[in-house]
């Protein structure tokens, strides 16, 4: 499986960005896909998680804010981001984990910074 994000770059606060995921070598059903984040000196977090079948899932942080979606037909997977604010800055990367288990796949991050 190999992941590709993009889509990150400078936005001042308020603004908005739209991440992308270009997914290959998996089938993308049974998976859950999501967007991760990290910040300077800090862990990586979850912000998102979106899965057939399920609600999507958000930190407190993005609730309200952000957007995780899929396009299965294209093996993508989109994060819509409004409203940002300067602590969203930060790497993003997408995972790709199979229900059925094995390894976790990442992609290369992507990044966001958010301007006050």
């Known amino acids: 499986v190999q992941l590709q994000a993009s889509g990150g770059g400078l936005v001042q606060a308020g603004g908005s960005l739209r991440l992308s995921c270009a997914a290959s070598g998996t089938t993308f059903s049974l998976v859950t896909m999501s967007w991760y984040r990290q910040a300077p000196g800090k862990e990586r977090e979850l912000v998102a998680s979106i899965a057939s079948g399920r609600d999507p899932n958000y930190a407190d942080s993005v609730k309200g804010r952000f957007t995780i979606s899929k396009d299965s037909a294209k093996k993508m997977v989109y994060l819509q981001m409004n409203s940002l604010k300067p602590e969203d800055t930060a790497v993003y990367y997408c995972?790709?984990?199979?229900?059925?288990?094995?390894?976790?796949?990442w992609g290369q991050g992507t990044l966001v910074t958010v301007s006050s």
């Open positions: 995972r790709h984990r199979a229900w059925s288990g094995g390894r976790d796949f």
